[in-house]
């Protein structure tokens, strides 16, 4: 019995290890292919296909359908609710860790996402000629393409790194607008 346990962690940690990798080449590969850092920030954050794998707001688009379905979350009524299900659910499911909620904004619609561990830059040293690169900013592409399919507009940027020295990583989410869907008449 234990051995199957330890089997389900090996393989969840050698899965985790191969997405790690296999993000790095694919930002390496974007390193080559544009002349500057902010180019490959924007790739990385919205969203093409190249040789068929999405990027940031693609993936959200898409994982969002993955999450509804396998969490069992319902609607969020506010972004409060919304930032914990980020925090304790997604993050959780997609890669295995629960970054913490602080800054909360007065008027309750920013918030930053502390990550104590970013599972995206395990094996990862930021070349000098690279200094501007955000890493991981298919993070973000993410959270805004996941939360626009459920109806909200929001921007996520990092204002803190590790991979620049700063001692956590984190991600500042600022919600701009609920997005109402346009049904046909007389469809509700």
């Known amino acids: ?13 050698m899965s985790s290890e191969l997405f790690t990798l296999t993000y790095g080449a694919l930002v390496t590969q974007l390193c080559k292919d544009y002349e500057n850092d902010e180019d490959v920030n924007k790739q990385l ?9 999405p990027r940031g707001y693609n993936i959200g688009v898409r994982l969002i359908e993955d999450f509804l379905a396998r969490s069992n979350v319902g609607r969020c009524h506010d972004f409060r609710e919304t930032a ?9 499911m997609y890669l295995g860790i629960t970054p913490s909620i602080t800054n909360w904004s007065p008027a309750g619609d920013e918030f930053s996402l502390i990550l104590e561990n970013n599972p995206l830059v395990d094996f990862v040293e930021l070349p000098d000629n690279h200094s501007s690169l955000i890493y991981s900013n298919l993070l973000c ?7 626009e399919m459920v ?30 869907d346009n049904l046909p008449a007389g469809e509700e």
Do not use: C, Y
């Open 84 to 92: 914990d299900v980020i925090a304790k659910v997604a993050f959780k």
């Open 1 to 13: 019995m234990s051995r199957q346990a330890n089997r389900g962690t090996e393989s969840k940690k």
């Open 151 to 180: 109806q909200m507009a929001v921007e996520a940027k990092f204002v803190q790194d590790t991979l620049k020295g700063d001692g956590v990583t984190e991600i500042r989410m600022r919600f701009i607008r609920r997005i109402e």
């Open 45 to 53: 954050d919205k969203i093409l296909f190249s040789n068929f794998l």
């Open 141 to 147: 592409g993410v959270l805004r393409g996941a939360l």
